[in-house]
């Protein structure tokens, strides 16, 4: 499937609604000139959701500095102090993202920051990360089309992190990251025809090591074939 970013600029309506998508984007980084800072950017008062496919970033968090491997997301609002960008050691990065803005966003992302889960992994066929899927795919193709449309998917959002919080760090946390690399590009490659070659290839293993690792694991196996 095509990368494309979207960005959405609803007229105002006479309703106010308590989430709203400001943006969506699937997108490969490979400069070092990839950098955003929480503070300095123009697009304030959002909610930013950004999930690592393959390769890796790295975000700083006030004194922090994180990792962002695939299977990982970092959630910020800004303004706030924090910035992300390509690192020097990174190949790529690829990953997906949502900016959302509205009362409930605020709310729901505040509650992930006083928790301390701004990173944190999330298993590939988890709600909110087959939602933030379902919301790429509408956009690419056009069927998100006036401000209620985007605020019901928003605020859906928004709700699937609510109910995934205590689900965090979950078994997939136990997986080596070549299984779990395998597993996202399973799972964001579905609608091709893809086969063990090509998942040992995204794992950088060989295919007898993948293979052995793959039996060990039988949600993985699962997965790759549902």
Known sequence: MKKEAFAFRFHHSDVTLPAQIWSVGWEVQSSSLYSWNGVERKDQGKCIFQLTLSGHGMIEIGQ?????????????????????????????????????????????????????????RFHPHSKPIRLLKKIYDEASERRITNPFEGSSLAYQFVMELYSYLPKLEGQMEKWPEPIVQAALFASHHFHEEIG???????????????????????????????
């Open 64 to 120: 922090k500095r994180f990792k962002v491997l695939p299977g990982q997301a970092f959630l910020v609002k800004s303004p706030s102090a924090y910035q992300y960008y390509f690192p020097e050691d990174s190949e790529h990065w690829e990953f997906l993202y949502l900016t959302l803005y509205g009362e409930a966003c605020d709310l729901c992302f505040d509650q992930f920051i006083d928790q301390g889960k701004q990173v944190m």
């Open 196 to 226: 063990p070659d090509d998942m040992a290839a995204a794992a950088r293993l060989s295919k007898s090591h993948f293979t052995r690792e793959f039996k060990k694991r039988p949600l993985a196996s699962h997965l790759f074939i549902t």
